[in-house]
């Protein structure tokens, strides 16, 4: 007996493929708006502004408290019986918005570490040649948190690629979603599962190379 | 911002429009199906095929409309009926009392009934009485886990539920058996390399329809499909369908 049949994956994987600019559509999106939206949240939380810190803390509380799943189930399906507006938002742009908003809630939390982790003394060598504020985050703070950050920001985003595989619950057909119902048709679960693991497996090496690249870029001017 | 993504609503859109044909005028009735329910809906080489493909087809030619598929997990499948977001289930969605009470049914076209499956060779089950004390897998938000706690010894039973790959667990021996409507199981048994067998007779007769939404304009809509599928069993065509798929008529008794 075959343990594999590796025409049926051959055939599948340029099936899958066209699946493939979907899922890494709404990653990159998701990734995108919730990089704004965690920086926000970041700067909220390092300046103590009052009153949206604690909306901010609040917020942070809910999104990492609670499964995505839940979320994407809450927004899409729950949410519309009370709001019937709600409705015309499609399953794409609800995994975009889930996605935005339950990963900024975990890299607002890294940003504000990133920033805070900045030595003091580098703040103070600042302002004491008469940085302002503004210049001394623009040109000492944030490029130093910058470097810090990355790393686990690209781990967030390796994350929410493979995240996007519950939008299929949404009725939007992205990779996994594909998968399984190709594997309902075929039987060929094994075949079917490996094929999409390998596929997910190498856009995240494909990322991981290029973060390596990104951190090398960064810690230039700290090689001795 | 989500504009500059217009290519991806597009692309979905080419993936969920998988029928349609001649151009009518009023809207596409929306019909919601998990795709992964072989062979009632299914995907074969990134084509949606299966009975309730065709059925519904049928159904939408003879109300002279277009049809548009929407494939969702099946435990996605209720909620979007109930947001508004499709028209109706083409699932093999069993009429239920807690259904009824909810949405509004059209006519059965498929009679079925509930059928323990086990791993080839498994002689401990010979039929639902056997279950107990043993694991029973059955799919999240089916009526098979209801029709299981309803047995007399229903607390005995181990109930198991999962979202997709029951068939595949059964086989590997994770659970001792699973629970799904005869026609399919017995189907699934014929057509695909997984060492599995029926275990006696089905336990219960289902009957299975389409549900719609309990408003006025949707008992409307519920009227007309009603119609359509009357006017496919009185032709025969309901009737070769099934045949088509399962070389028997399911769709009366």
């Not at chain 2, 062979?39 to 309730?52: A, S, W």
């Amino acid at each position: 007996m075959n343990l594999l049949d590796i025409n049926y994956m051959l055939e599948l994987v340029p099936i899958l493929l066209r699946y493939l600019p979907l899922t890494l559509g709404m990653a990159a999106a998701g990734m995108v708006l919730a990089l704004m939206l965690s920086a926000g949240l970041a700067v909220i939380r390092v300046l103590r502004i009052p009153g949206l810190n604690a909306a901010t803390m609040l917020f942070i509380s809910f999104f990492r408290g609670t499964p995505l799943l839940v979320q994407l189930f809450l927004f899409y399906y729950g949410l519309p019986q009370v709001m019937s507006f709600l409705t015309t938002i499609d399953g794409i742009t609800a995994t975009i918005m889930g996605l935005t908003l339950h990963f900024s809630a975990y890299m607002a939390e890294s940003i504000r570490a990133a920033i805070v982790g900045v030595d003091r003394s580098q703040t103070e060598a600042a302002l004491s040649i008469g940085m302002t504020n503004g210049q001394l985050m623009r040109r000492i703070v944030l490029p130093q948190a910058t470097r810090v950050a990355v790393p686990t920001l690209m781990n967030y985003f390796i994350d929410m690629i493979k995240a996007t595989s519950l939008a299929f619950t949404l009725g939007v057909t992205e990779l996994m979603g594909a998968t399984q119902k190709e594997a309902s048709g075929s039987f060929m679960y094994f075949e079917s599962f490996v094929v999409v693991a390998c596929i997910y497996w190498a856009i995240v090496e494909l990322l991981a190379w290029f973060q390596r690249r990104l951190e090398n870029r960064f810690n230039e001017a700290y090689r001795r | 911002m989500l504009r500059s993504f217009g290519i991806i609503p597009l692309l979905l859109t080419g993936g969920l429009v998988l029928a349609g044909a001649a151009q009518a005028n009023d809207q596409p009735l929306k019909v919601g199906m998990s795709g992964s329910y072989f062979p009632f809906t299914y995907v074969e080489k990134d084509v949606l095929k299966g009975y309730e493909v065709d059925v519904l087809r049928a159904v939408a030619e003879q109300m002279d409309t277009n049809v548009e598929f929407v494939t969702a997990s099946f435990s996605g499948l209720f909620g979007m009926l109930e947001s508004g977001r499709i028209d109706t289930i083409a699932n093999q969605i069993t009429i239920t009392d807690e259904r009824e009470k909810k949405y509004l049914f059209t006519q059965p076209y498929v009679y079925d009934g509930a059928q323990v499956v086990v791993k080839r060779g498994n002689e401990e089950i010979t039929g639902v009485e056997d279950l107990v004390g043993k694991k029973v897998a059955v799919n999240l938000g089916s009526n098979y886990e209801q029709l299981l706690r309803e047995l007399p010894y229903a607390d005995e039973i181990t109930i198991r539920t999962y979202d997709s790959n029951i068939e595949q667990d059964t086989a590997l021996g994770r659970v001792d058996a699973f629970v799904m409507d005869r026609v399919s199981a017995s189907q699934v048994i014929k057509e695909k390399p997984l060492p599995l067998a029926l275990a006696g007779k089905p336990f219960s007769e289902l009957r299975n329809a389409l549900p719609f939404r309990d408003t006025q304009a949707d008992e409307a809509l519920r009227d007309e499909v009603d119609a359509a599928l009357q006017a496919l069993r009185e032709s025969g065509r309901l009737s070769e369908i099934s045949q088509q798929w399962f070389g028997t008529d399911i769709s009366s008794l």
